[in-house]
């Protein structure tokens, strides 16, 4: 079975940068479009950075500009690279699929906090 583990979160003044990291247990890189998720406290999870099999990348209108999507298929790992933070960015994020009907299971997710 499929495991995700993110990585890299933790807490920076608005401004600030921080890399996440998503590391998967199989070659799921190669075969699947991934993304990047953040999910608000008292919010629903939703998707800010995707990116294909074949490298295209997506942004939400939110993150352009700051946020940059990457995968290391051999590595078998994702990377967010998170620019100029705002606080609004404060939220815990995920790795996974978006265009399988049945996502894969959830890895624990990384704490990303911005502070004003």
């Known amino acids: 079975q499929v495991q995700l583990v993110e990585s890299g979160g933790g807490l920076v003044q608005a401004g600030g940068s921080l890399r996440l990291s998503c590391a998967a247990s199989?070659?799921?890189?190669?075969?699947?479009?991934m993304g990047w998720y953040h999910q608000a406290p008292g919010k629903q999870r939703e998707l800010v950075a995707a990116i294909t099999t074949i490298g295209t990348t997506n942004y939400a209108d939110s993150v352009k500009g700051r946020f940059t999507i990457s995968r290391d298929k051999d590595k078998k790992t994702m990377y967010l690279q998170m620019n100029n933070l705002k606080p609004e960015d404060t939220a815990v994020y995920y790795c996974?699929?978006?265009?399988?009907?049945?996502?894969?299971?959830w890895g624990p997710g990384t704490q990303v906090t911005v502070s004003s």
């Open positions: 199989g070659s799921i890189f190669t075969f699947n479009n």
């Open positions: 996974n699929a978006p265009s399988l009907l049945r996502p894969y299971p």
